[in-house]
């Protein structure tokens, strides 16, 4: 990463991962150098976006108690802004709520169901990764910076439009914490 950065002449990169991946990305951040809890401006990631990510383990096959462990010092580290999507219909990390992160001091979380999104959205946790509705949200978390409320994005009306390629859309509320943004 070190490497990457000086090459690239920037200070801080970005990093989306995808179920296990988004809990390997804050484990990277907590306990290989790349987050400075004591000295945030000093972090290596600016914003972490996780897709369906196993954040508080999964009662699938029973891997609460072994993802979970090391973080009792909070989800979160200091400077590092976190938008966390999740499906309401995810089968692989359950229950769905457990990806959602709570903020820890000086950071910021976004935790976001595709469904409160788009509500005819049927997206299940393999889906998360070619869904036109999460890639918008990733799209909007990686060049917005501290977009929390008011984003709107599109949504086909039915999964088989979303199959199907359809360009039927319409406009939805944006919701980012369970806190409804009025359409305008």
């Given amino acids: ?30 306990f290989h150098g790349v987050a400075d809890r004591s000295d945030p401006p000093r972090n290596k990631v600016h914003t ?3 897709l369906g990510a196993t954040n508080h383990g999964t009662t699938v096959n029973g891997l609460a108690s072994v993802l979970s462990r090391g973080w009792r010092v909070g989800d979160t580290d200091p400077g590092i802004e976190y938008t966390v999507i ?4 995810d089968k692989v990390s359950t229950p769905p709520e457990a990806t959602f992160l709570a ?11 595709v ?5 005819a959205d049927r997206a299940d ?11 918008r949200l990733v799209e909007l978390a990686l060049a917005t910076p501290g977009v929390e409320t008011g984003v709107r ?5 039915t999964p088989h439009e979303i199959a199907h390629g359809r360009n039927n859309f319409r406009t939805t509320d944006h919701i980012h914490n369970d806190k409804k943004v009025q359409e305008t």
Avoid: W
């Avoid at 469904?115 to 509500?119: A, G, I, K, R, W």
């Fill in 115 to 119: 469904q409160n999104v788009c509500p």
């Fill in 86 to 89: 999740a499906t309401k219909y």
């Fill in 1 to 30: 990463m070190d490497r990457i950065l000086s090459a690239e002449k920037v200070r801080q990169f970005d990093i989306v991962g995808f179920s296990q991946g988004g809990a390997v990305a804050r484990d990277y951040l907590r």
């Fill in 153 to 157: 994005t599109k949504c086909a009306k």
């Fill in 48 to 50: 972490v976006i996780t």
């Fill in 103 to 113: 903020a820890g001091a000086y950071a910021v979380v976004h935790n976001v169901f």
């Fill in 125 to 135: 946790h393999r889906a998360l990764t070619d869904n036109p509705v999460v890639a």
